[in-house]
């Protein structure tokens, strides 16, 4: 009997510990992907002040050089991943954007900087659309939202990893130092990707698996990019997921110039409390609501957007109060200042890690598994365009304009404003419900 079960083409892989460390490598490849992304966040002021930037200078090298190439090169790097091997595309890509984040520790001038963190985006947008098709295969789906989950937990891990020991290395040593620092291991992985991970059959756990990729007739890009755009449910949770984006990643990039301007925190210190309070925060709430959320949708499967929906609207007052708190309150702990604010910095942490991980989630039950890469991809297209590319430059422009009547609290003003982006986010989402669980049912009757 067991043998005959191995022979079946229809009977699901199992999951063994090969599998888990896949899951391993690839979160840990989406880890240094996004310290390699993120770092610069902490790098904004000695950066802004050896070349004579202003916020919207800033916010165009941490935003849109890098949020405009990632986004373009996405969605065809996904079409990629669901005809080719994903391992050898994540692996390569992988090793590309360590390369590029090395290169950023030698720019001489403002525009080499410019033209590095391009590069940087060119191989990151090979990572994530590859990595999450991979992860949907190598687990069943009533796991898929725990697993995704921790396979998510990368930007938590990190933002504490990235923004504490990059703050303590661009104070100790320069911040070129930082992106060096980062940037080598990466290319390490690269190999150890390409080594140690075999790439899992494509829709192995799915119901009925599909005929291979390769061998179906071959659709246009453009023509599957707009056949998913006519999925309602895609389509709402693809534009929530563009807004929250906007305010996640101008969070992200400007808090910790917020803490040095407002709360007069030194570098180092600032990304120490910044990169443990959110980092931290986000590690605990994105694999709770990864586990509450698997167990929810045996209910019903529109918590898969619903729970998203939740916790931003949670996430709201949390953000507000850890922005406009007075900053003369404060713990001292031995000769560490941990402002008052920061409780609200974890709890926003906590709230906001629920939407990332689970529409991703929700995607991958929107497509067929032939076509998961190209899924994912499309939503970090909405994330990377509005989020990366327009979030810290929205900021940094709001915060130039404020700069003459409010002065070193414009920053603060700058944030409150485009977290607010946070509450249409959480009506597209509601809106989606509905069509989210007609879209479930019309996929896995079709399996079926």
Known sequence: MREHAAMNPSTPPAVTWRTHLSLALLALVYIFSVIDRQVIAILMEPIKREFGATDTQMGLLSGLAFGLFYAALGVPV????????????????????????????????????????????IGEAGGMAPSISLVSDLYPPKQRSTVISLFMTGPNLAVVIGLSLGGWIAQ????????????????????????????????????????PASTQPSEPLWQQVMRLMKIKSFRLVAFACGVA??????????????????????????GLMFGFASGLGALVGGLFSGW??????????????????????????????????????????????????????IA??????????LSYSAISHMAHSSER???????????????IGMGPLLTGFISDLLTPSLGAQALRWSLVCVMLLLIPTAILLALS????????????????
């Open 433 to 448: 419900l509905q069509a989210y669980r007609d879209q479930w049912h019309r996929m896995y009757k079709e399996s079926n």
């Open 172 to 211: 100790q040593y320069g911040w070129r130092s930082t992106f060096l620092f980062f940037g080598v291991p990466g290319m390490v992985l690269g190999l150890l990707v390409w080594w140690l991970i075999r790439e899992p059959v494509r829709g192995g756990f799915d119901p009925a698996p599909e005929v």
């Open 348 to 357: 926003f942490g906590f709230f906001a890690s629920w939407w990332p991980s």
């Open 373 to 387: 890469g190209v899924a994912a991809a499309m939503l970090n297209f909405f994330i990377t365009l509005f989020g």
């Open 292 to 345: 509450l959320c698997d167990r929810l949708v045996q209910r019903d499967v529109r918590w898969q957007v619903g729970l998203p929906m939740l916790g931003v609207l949670i996430s709201v007052p949390c953000v507000m109060a850890f922005l406009l708190w007075p900053a003369e309150g404060f713990w001292a702990v031995g000769v560490l200042k941990i402002p008052h604010a920061m409780v609200f910095a």
């Open 78 to 121: 996904g079409k990629l991943a669901d005809k080719y091997n994903r391992r050898m595309i994540v692996a390569v890509c992988c090793s590309l954007w360590s390369l590029a984040t090395v290169a950023c520790g030698f720019a001489g001038q403002f525009w080499q900087l410019l033209l590095s963190r391009m590069s940087v985006a």
């Open 245 to 270: 984006g906007l305010a996640g990643y101008a969070y992200g990039v400007w808090t910790p110039s917020f803490l040095v301007r407002t709360h007069a925190l030194s570098l180092a210190h600032a």
